[in-house]
C-alpha cells in the first residue's frame, strides 16, 4: 500500500503522483463506455489515497450523493467527460485534489507549525484593473516558486477584460504545469486565437463571467468547448440579485447556457447577511441529487477549504502592481509588494498588520 502521507521525500511523491496519474486516467477512460461505475470506481481511488480531513470528507459526501442512480452529477460529470480534454480533466483534478489538497497542505501545516503564521491555500491575483506598470511574468513566476516551497499549489488569476495580462500569464500558467491555475476572464477576450493557446494548458481551469444576457457568454463558452478547454461560468452578487440565486434562477440561466458549474462572487457592496445566506445555500444544494448544476462561492468555499487545512483560514491577493490584501479583494491594501519582498515576509508581516 502506497503512504501518502510522508510525501516530502522527492522519489516517494512523484512514485505517488505516476500511481494516481496512472489510475484517473484509466478511471476518465472507463467512464465513457459505463458512466456510473467509473465514477465510483474513480471515488474509490480517491477515498484509498485520501489522508486528510478535508479529503475523507468529501468522498464520504461523494459517495452519499452518488448513491442515487438519478443523481444530476451523473450528467454534470458526462458532460464535463465529453466536452473537456481529458488530459486536463487528469492534470488539473490530481494538481488540485494531491498537490494542493495532500501533498501540498502537508507542507503548510507544517510550516505553519514551524514559522507561527499562516499560510493560505490559494493565492489570488486580482489583474481586474488595468496598470501601466503591472507585475511581470518573471515576478508573479517568482511567487508561485515560492508558493509551491511553502505548500500552495492553488492559484486564482481575476482578469476581466486584461487580455495583454492573460497572455503574458500563459507562459507562468505554463511553467507551473503542477499548479491547478483558475482564471475569470471577461467573454469579450475570447476568440479562436485564444481558445487555442489556453488548451494547451492541461493545469487551468477558465471561468467566463455571466451577465443578465448569456448570449455573448454561451458563444464564446462553445468556442473554448471546442478546444476541450475545461470551462464554467463566474457571476457577482449583492444584495440586489441574491434572491436569483437562492431561488434558482441563476442555476436556470446556467442551464439554459449549457454550464454545468459556476462560482459566485460576493461583491464590495454585498452585506455580510446576505453573503452568509447565499453560502449556506450553496453549500447545501452541492449536497443535493436533484440539483443540476454545481455551484460554488468564491470567498466562502476558499475561506471553509483554509480552515480544514489550517487551524484558522486565511485570505491573501496580489494585485496588479504586487501589492498583497488580506482578508478579501475588497479589504485595504497593505504597504507589502511582492516586487519587493518575499513570499514568506509577506505572509509574515501582513498577518502583524492585520491582526
Known amino acids: 500500500m502506497i503512504k501518502v502521507k510522508k510525501v516530502k521525500d522527492m522519489d516517494n511523491y512523484e512514485l505517488t503522483y505516476a500511481v494516481i496519474k496512472t489510475a484517473v486516467e484509466n478511471g476518465i477512460r472507463y467512464i465513457q463506455d459505463n458512466p456510473k461505475r467509473g465514477v465510483r470506481n474513480l471515488l474509490d481511488l480517491g477515498e484509498y489515497f485520501a489522508r486528510g ?163 455573448l457568454t454561451v458563444e464564446k463558452i462553445n468556442i473554448l468547448r471546442k478546444y476541450k478547454c475545461f470551462c464554467g461560468g463566474y457571476m457577482y452578487y449583492n444584495d440586489n440579485n441574491a434572491s436569483d440565486i437562492i431561488n434558482g434562477v441563476v442555476s436556470n440561466k446556467l442551464l439554459s447556457a449549457s454550464m454545468n458549474f459556476a462560482v459566485l462572487v460576493k461583491d464590495q457592496e454585498c452585506s455580510v447577511e446576505t453573503s452568509v445566506k447565499v453560502f449556506e445555500y450553496i453549500y447545501n444544494s452541492r449536497t443535493r441529487t436533484n440539483h443540476p448544476v454545481c455551484l460554488m462561492d468564491f470567498y466562502g468555499d476558499i475561506a471553509r477549504i483554509d480552515s480544514i487545512i489550517s487551524e484558522e483560514s486565511f485570505f491573501l491577493s496580489i494585485d496588479s502592481r504586487g501589492q498583497a490584501t488580506a482578508s478579501s479583494l475588497y479589504g485595504a491594501k497593505s504597504d507589502l509588494n511582492i516586487t519587493t519582498s518575499s513570499l514568506a515576509d509577506v505572509l509574515k508581516n501582513i498577518q502583524s498588520i492585520t491582526h
Open 53 to 215: 480531513r478535508f479529503q475523507k470528507e468529501f468522498f464520504e459526501l461523494a459517495h452519499g450523493i452518488l448513491k442515487n442512480e438519478d443523481s444530476y452529477y451523473y450528467d454534470i460529470i458526462e458532460s464535463l467527460i465529453k466536452n473537456t480534454s481529458h488530459k486536463t480533466i487528469a492534470d488539473f483534478g490530481i494538481n488540485i485534489g494531491f498537490n494542493s489538497m495532500t501533498y501540498g497542505a502537508n507542507i503548510i501545516r507544517e510550516n505553519e507549525k514551524n514559522f507561527g503564521y499562516n499560510i493560505p491555500w490559494v493565492i489570488v491575483f486580482d489583474f481586474e484593473k488595468s496598470n501601466v506598470d503591472h507585475i511581470s511574468v518573471h515576478e508573479a513566476d517568482r511567487l508561485i516558486q515560492e508558493g509551491k516551497k511553502t505548500g500552495i499549489y492553488s492559484y486564482m488569476m481575476m482578469l476581466g477584460k486584461n487580455i495583454e495580462i492573460l497572455y503574458e500569464m500563459i507562459a507562468a500558467i505554463e511553467k507551473n504545469r503542477d499548479c491547478a491555475i483558475v482564471i475569470f476572464i471577461d467573454p469579450s477576450i475570447i476568440d479562436e486565437e485564444t481558445a487555442k493557446k489556453l488548451s494547451n494548458l492541461s493545469n487551468l481551469c477558465i471561468n467566463v463571467i455571466i451577465g443578465n444576457d448569456c448570449t
